[in-house]
């Protein structure tokens, strides 16, 4: 099977409210956002995400890619590949409901925290799935040199 087509954001301007997540088998990381600030960062449950996204769609979203790597093969034997299959579910809904996504490899969220630039900020997300959660939306701020003054750091 192929790849749902994923949609793009015309503009590239923040919209009025979009969200960036992290997919996870059991917790997910969900940034919320309007224009180019952090509204709420949260960690959820898959069920829960699908159900805010199939409910009230955001204008964009961005998810972190998965992908099954060589060296994390052997631990993944017996797998039903949860979060694999919560990144198709993501894919499927923004599909059904004409919301743009952009898909980034987790390189992208993960340089965030690395960048001399941001290096000294505070992050609104409290573990590790909200932390990149937040990272993947602003590595998409910065590439639009979108950040707000006031977003700290």
């Known amino acids: 099977m192929k790849d749902f087509p994923v949609l793009s954001l015309s503009n590239q301007q923040p919209p009025e409210v979009w969200w960036s ?4 088998d059991v917790h997910v990381g969900l940034a919320q956002w309007s224009y180019s600030d ?4 949260f960690e959820t449950d898959p069920y829960t995400l699908l159900s805010m ?3 009230g769609p955001p204008k964009f979203v961005i998810c972190e890619r998965w992908a099954l790597y060589g060296w994390k093969a052997s631990e993944q034997t017996g797998s ?3 979060t ?3 990144v198709g579910a993501i894919k499927c809904l923004c599909w059904l409901r004409q919301v743009p996504l ?5 390189s992208v ?6 960048a001399e630039r941001h290096k000294d900020r505070v992050w609104r997300g409290r573990n590790k799935h909200q932390r990149d959660a937040e990272a993947h939306g602003l590595a998409w701020l910065a590439k639009l ?4 003054e006031g977003y700290g750091g």
Request: hydrophobic share 45%; charged share 20%; aromatic share 10%.
């Open 21 to 24: 997540i992290d997919p996870g």
């Open 38 to 41: 952090l509204v709420s960062v």
């Open 53 to 55: 996204l199939s409910a």
């Open 80 to 82: 039903e590949f949860f």
């Open 84 to 86: 694999s299959q919560l």
């Open 102 to 106: 952009l898909m980034q490899q987790p």
């Open 109 to 114: 969220g993960k340089a965030m925290f690395r």
């Open 145 to 148: 040199d979108r950040i707000s």
